[in-house]
Every structure is written in structure tokens, then in C-alpha cells.
């Protein structure tokens, strides 16, 4: 945790985000449940806020669990009270959302192993070098959807262009997406911890 806060701390003090990027955003997130009595109800309504902690992009934990599958009885905020990194628990899952603002020259000429090494352990034994500073890979199954805006999910040797309504199963690869635009793209993400691939 402290090396992931350790990055954020140094990706401001560099400036890597535009200034209108570095503004926190919101996302209402509302949990449903059961009471005592059985009846659904609203559990948790409330603003998930979008902050810049493990890269260069605001991105807000929406709900975490902490096995697969998974039971219906939460009644605490897991998105809150447990500290993840950009990978799910081991057996878990993560619903997060990500804003990606328009890119940098800055963080192209990062280390190109910036996010790998943000990973750790978690990133999969097989795959090539990365090829730009935000390339990762994480052991995990990932859904993402395209939101709004557009954005370029790069890979070893190819780039491919999203747009809003757009999905992507992503299966342990390399990738890094880059907003190429002048606009911010936002991309919901569900990942699931998987094996080795």
C-alpha cells in the first residue's frame, strides 16, 4: 500500500495529469440487500469518489469481494475497509470504475516497467516486456466496458481503437489504454481473480 501511495504522491508532484484532470469526480454507487425481514432495501446510496491512487487515473473501488462465489450478506463496505491493489483478492472480484484523462508526453516517457512494477506478484508469469509505461497484465479476468469517450487499448504489437458502448473481455494480457483524445474516457471494469494462465 505504501508504494502505491508512494506513486500517487509522485505522479502529481510530476504534473502528469492535466490540470482539469486532476479534480476529484464522483460516482453514486447504491447496494441493495436484504433487512431482518427479508425485503430488499438500499443499503449503502452514496458518492464513491474517483482519486488518483494506483496510476496516473482517478479510479473509484465500486464493491469488492473477497471470494468467488461469493454470498449475499455483506452489510460492510468492502470498497472501504479493505486495501487492494490494481488486482482483485485472491478468489475475489473488483467493480471499479476508471477515468482515463487525455495522455501526456510525461507519462510516455516514464519507466516503461511503471506499471509492472505497480502489479508486483500479481502479474502472470507468462507475456512479453512492456512496451509503454502504463502496460500491465494482472492474473485475473477482466470485463471493461466503454462508458463515454474513446480510448486505445494497446497490446504487444497491435492497437485497438474503443469507443462508448464498446466491451472488452481481457484474459491476462499485456495492455495499456491510452487516451489519445481531448476528451476524458471512462471505462467500468469487473475483474476476476483466475490461475495462472
Known amino acids: 500500500m505504501k508504494k502505491l501511495l508512494i506513486l500517487a504522491a509522485l505522479t502529481f ?17 447504491v ?3 436484504l433487512d431482518a425481514s427479508g425485503k430488499a432495501v438500499a443499503i449503502f446510496d452514496s458518492a464513491v469518489p474517483l482519486a488518483t491512487l494506483r496510476s496516473p487515473n482517478p ?22 475497509t479493505n486495501s487492494v491493489g490494481v488486482s482483485p483478492p485472491h478468489g475475489g472480484t473488483i467493480f471499479r470504475i476508471v477515468e482515463f484523462p487525455p495522455t501526456t508526453e510525461r ?7 511503471t506499471m509492472m512494477k505497480v502489479i508486483g506478484d500479481h502479474a502472470p508469469k507468462k507475456g512479453l516486456p512492456p512496451r509503454h509505461s502504463m502496460m500491465h497484465r494482472t492474473r485475473s479476468l477482466d470485463y ?3 462508458l463515454s469517450g474513446e480510448i486505445d487499448m494497446m497490446l504487444d504489437d497491435t492497437e485497438v481503437h474503443l469507443k462508448a458502448g464498446d466491451v472488452v473481455v481481457q484474459q491476462a494480457t499485456n495492455h495499456a489504454w491510452v487516451n489519445r483524445g481531448k476528451e476524458n474516457c471512462r471505462i467500468a471494469f469487473i475483474l476476476m481473480d483466475a490461475q495462472e494462465p
Open 13 to 29: 508532484a510530476a504534473g502528469l495529469l492535466p490540470a482539469q484532470a486532476q479534480n476529484t469526480k464522483e460516482v453514486r454507487r
Open 59 to 80: 479510479a473509484g473501488d465500486m464493491w469488492i469481494t473477497g471470494k468467488s462465489p461469493t454470498d449475499y450478506s455483506a452489510k460492510e463496505d468492502w470498497a472501504k
Open 107 to 113: 507519462i510516455h516517457n516514464l519507466d516503461v516497467n
Open 144 to 146: 471493461a466496458l466503454i
Open 31 to 33: 447496494v441493495t440487500g
